[in-house]
Nanobody, 118 residues
Framework: VQLQASGGGVVQTGGSLRLSCIFSGGVFSDYGVGWLRQAPGKEREPVASISTTGMHTTYGESVKGRFTISRDNARDTVYLQMDSLKPEDTAVYFC????????????WGQGTQVTVSS
C-alpha cells in the first residue's frame, strides 16, 4: 500500500486549503484513512479520520467545525478540506491508512507542509 499526500502550501490566516491523499496498492474500500499533523517541537496529533464507507468521521478538538474529511472510493482518494485556517494549524500533515480491525495506522504517506501566516 502506498499513500501520496498533496495540496499543502502557504496561506494567510482565515484562508482555506484542500489536501488530497491518493491510495494505491490495495483495496481502498478496505481501509480507514486518517490525517495527522506534526508541528515543529510537538508530538504528532490526530486531525481527522474517516471509516471505510465514509459513514463515520472523527475530528480533533482543535479543528472541529473548520476541517472536513471526505473520501471518494471511485478515485481511491481522501480529502481534507481546511477552512478558517489559523497560524497554529501550521504543521506537516500526513495521511495514514489501516484496515478495520487494526488499532494503529499501518501505512503512512510522506507528508505535506501547511503554513498559515498571520
Amino acid at each position: 500500500v502506498q499513500l501520496q499526500a498533496s495540496g499543502g502550501g502557504v496561506v494567510q490566516t482565515g484562508g482555506s486549503l484542500r489536501l488530497s491523499c491518493i491510495f494505491s496498492g490495495g483495496v481502498f474500500s478496505d481501509y480507514g484513512v486518517g490525517w495527522l499533523r506534526q508541528a515543529p517541537g510537538k508530538e504528532r496529533e490526530p486531525v481527522a479520520s474517516i471509516s471505510t464507507t465514509g459513514m463515520h468521521t472523527t475530528y480533533g478538538e482543535s479543528v472541529k467545525g473548520r476541517f472536513t474529511i471526505s473520501r471518494d472510493n471511485a478515485r481511491d482518494t481522501v480529502y481534507l478540506q481546511m477552512d478558517s485556517l489559523k497560524p497554529e494549524d501550521t504543521a506537516v500533515y500526513f495521511c495514514a491508512a489501516k484496515t478495520r480491525m487494526r488499532v494503529v495506522w499501518e501505512h503512512w504517506g510522506q507528508g505535506t507542509q501547511v503554513t498559515v501566516s498571520s
